[in-house]
């Protein structure tokens, strides 16, 4: 059966060590996860992956699955041939042919030879083949340096040709580096710092503090279809929606007003870290970037770090506000976050929140809210929403049988 080709220029990755087969292994299956239920097969030949997928499968969904999946440095369709000199040229007149190249005036030829018993340089082989470049071509002009098209001839098992090459997000595969717990909010930040630490190849699920009526149903939306956009980023992500109205109006009534905003932190840290635990994570990654908020100054920071029991990673620490914007519009986030519907954050705030907190003083303080009553119970109301490498829903779970089961465990 007929097959779509795609060759895929693996980057770090082949920079790996021992563990390379690793990393490889799990690039492979988060691609061939986004490709399901279309059958898939790939070929690994040094620093390159060639994809083999059903012609069934539409090209959108090939080229989704190439452009958000961490560990691809750039991709290509690609038509494949034997290595004869004959064929070679009929298959790269063949695609040329169906090439638009209108407005284009200048090309260029890369050939790379990684088989050397093929009989031609590639030296030779750019030159022969800049010839049927003209041919179908008249008007292109070559130009090494900034040309509008470029046919690429790779000779190795086969010969191998294409014409596009597209940049991929780079990085390395989610899986590779162990999990971890995002705090997503509606907000512009977090799923763009979900971007930052899978591009590491963190594996991340996402957990969401639902103040319901004091945030509406629409915020939950909003954060569902937040969870849904950053999935594919993610190699498919579950959503922890913990109803947190009772232990955030505890707050709001007991403790000092200007502190609220670091008790509510702090009680999403230990509450995270119940996750992390029991999920068997290994860290907490928020949105957090330096003096953005009064709770984002370093004393704040160094404070809620020290109510959790996990490492907290704040990939946007260093980033400005409009760093993290064009990056929330690449990954096709910005849109939903920018929506109306407020987080209870906005509404629990104080009007003068302290930035510059005493450490001991605000735990002694967060002592005697007796937070861990509504911790527990807000745990066993939560609900699971998960969702796989497209973004597409399956299924709904409780925690509360999962912190059964951990408990069982112990
Ligand atoms: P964002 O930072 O995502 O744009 P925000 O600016 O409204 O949202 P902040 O008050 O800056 O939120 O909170 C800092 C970080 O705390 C967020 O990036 C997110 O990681 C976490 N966070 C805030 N509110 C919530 C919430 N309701 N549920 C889960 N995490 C939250
Ligand atoms: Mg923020």
Request: hydrophobic content about 40%.
């Amino acid at each position: 059966m007929p097959k779509h080709l795609y060759l895929i220029k693996e980057g770090e990755i082949s920079l790996k060590g021992l563990n390379r087969g690793l990393f490889e292994k799990r690039l492979k299956n988060n691609i061939k996860d986004k490709l399901r239920p279309y059958h898939s097969t790939t070929q690994r030949q040094k620093g390159r992956i060639f994809l083999f997928v059903d012609e069934e499968c539409p090209r959108e969904r090939i080229e989704k699955a190439l452009s958000t999946t961490f560990g691809i440095v750039g991709w290509a369709e690609a038509v494949m041939c034997e290595k004869r000199l004959e064929t070679i040229f009929e298959k790269a007149k063949d695609l040329l042919s169906k090439f638009d190249a209108t407005g284009m005036r200048t090309f260029k030829v890369v050939a790379r030879r990684e088989d050397k018993s093929f009989p031609y340089h590639s030296y030779d082989m750019a030159c022969r083949l800049a010839e049927v470049v003209h041919e179908v071509f008249p008007s292109l002009e070559v130009d090494l340096r900034r040309p509008d098209l470029v046919l690429h001839l790779e000779i190795r098992n086969q010969a191998f040709l294409y014409t596009s090459d597209n940049a991929g997000p780079r990085g390395l595969p989610a899986g590779t580096a162990g999990r971890g717990l995002l705090l997503l909010s509606g907000g512009i930040d977090s799923p763009v710092a979900a971007y930052e630490m899978a591009k590491r190849g963190v594996k991340l699920d996402c957990l969401y503090f639902h103040a319901y009526p004091y945030t509406s149903d629409e915020a939950l939306e909003k954060v569902k279809t937040l969870a849904r956009t950053i999935a594919p980023y993610l190699n498919g992500t579950r959503l922890f929606v913990v109803p947190f109205t009772d232990g955030q109006l505890n707050i709001k009534d007991k403790a000092h007003e200007d502190a609220t905003t670091l008790m509510f932190r702090a009680s999403m840290m230990k509450l995270a870290s119940r996750v992390v635990r029991t999920e068997g994570m290994q860290c907490i990654v928020t949105g957090e970037a330096l003096s953005q908020v009064a709770s984002q100054t370093l004393p704040a920071m160094a404070f809620t770090d020290s109510m959790a029991d996990h490492l907290v990673l704040r990939p946007l620490v260093g980033f400005d506000k409009e760093e993290i914007i064009t990056l929330a519009r690449r990954i096709g986030t910005y849109e939903t976050s920018i929506l109306p519907y407020e987080d209870c954050c906005v509404i629990f705030s104080p009007k003068h929140p302290v930035t510059n907190p005493d450490k001991d003083e605000m735990r002694l303080q967060y002592e005697s809210l007796g937070m861990d009553d509504f911790i527990d119970r807000a745990l066993r109301e939560t609900v699971i929403y998960s969702y796989d490498a497209n973004g597409e829903p399956t299924g709904t779970w409780s925690f509360a049988d999962r912190l059964d089961r951990a408990d069982d465990s112990i």
